[in-house]
């Protein structure tokens, strides 16, 4: 069972409004992501972090901004909301596998629903 | 950038019939994952390949990590209608972010 949440599950917003979805997890990862992904399609990545103080841009270009000062914590922030951004936004972690230390798996968190009006 | 293929794109089965579905790579990969994804949530991963040649079962599920390091493969064996989902593979060299397939829609019919 992954320790990775998000919050809010689901949020309907107006054009304009900033907003900021939270990612949280509790495995001591080092590595957090954010994908955004429009149902049942592929998924995106338009963030990561490999630690705190450290942000990359993925491949997507995003007009989101993230910030990493704690390591258990991962927040994507949209200045200001617009129709377009209208999709699912996953964050993810990752971390040391078990018994092999070179080994890393990545886990989902549920997902952020975002609907922009 | 690298890329994987990821095939097929979506399959419509009979429930109790096995499924097979595969990644390719056009570059070496050190780690395969595979993925499932059911409406509305994040992706579960379901297992984890680290080693050229490696054949992990979880279940009914059983995946490959293919010799060349290039290709990987999920086998479902007797699907069920809550095997209906989006599988992802996913694949990474070094440090570097995972690369996603885009995905195989399952469809299972009772």
């Known amino acids: 069972e992954a320790d990775i949440y998000q919050t809010p599950r689901y949020l309907v917003i107006g054009t304009g409004k900033k907003i900021t979805l939270e990612c949280s997890q509790t495995?001591?990862?080092?590595?957090m992501y954010w994908y955004q992904q429009d149902p049942g399609m592929e998924l995106h990545l338009i963030h990561y972090s490999y630690g705190v103080n450290s942000t990359e841009k993925g491949d997507l270009s995003s007009e989101s901004t993230v910030s990493r000062i704690r390591t258990e914590h991962f927040p994507l922030t949209l200045e200001s909301a617009r129709p377009s951004h209208t999709s699912q936004y996953l964050c993810?972690?990752?971390?040391?596998?078990?018994?092999?230390?070179?080994?890393?798996?990545?886990?989902f968190g549920p997902g952020t629903r975002l609907t922009v009006t | 950038g690298q890329q994987l293929n990821q095939s097929p794109q979506s399959m419509f089965i009979q429930e109790g019939e096995d499924v097979s579905m595969n990644c390719t790579s056009s570059?070496?990969?050190?780690?395969w994952l595979w993925y499932k994804q059911e409406p509305g949530e994040g992706p579960v991963l379901l297992i984890a390949?680290?080693?050229?040649?490696e054949l992990t079962s979880n279940g009914r599920l059983t995946a490959q990590f293919g010799i060349t390091r290039k290709d990987s493969f999920l086998n479902i064996s007797a699907s069920i209608p809550s095997d209906v989902g989006i599988y992802f593979c996913?694949?990474?060299?070094?440090?570097?972010?995972?690369?996603f397939g885009k995905g195989t829609r399952l469809s299972v019919i009772a």
């Open positions: 570059s070496i990969f050190n780690t």
């Open positions: 996913a694949g990474r060299t070094g440090n570097t972010p995972l690369v």
């Open positions: 390949l680290y080693k050229a040649g």
């Open positions: 993810a972690s990752s971390g040391l596998a078990g018994r092999n230390l070179a080994h890393s798996e990545q886990y």
């Open positions: 495995m001591g990862h080092d590595k």
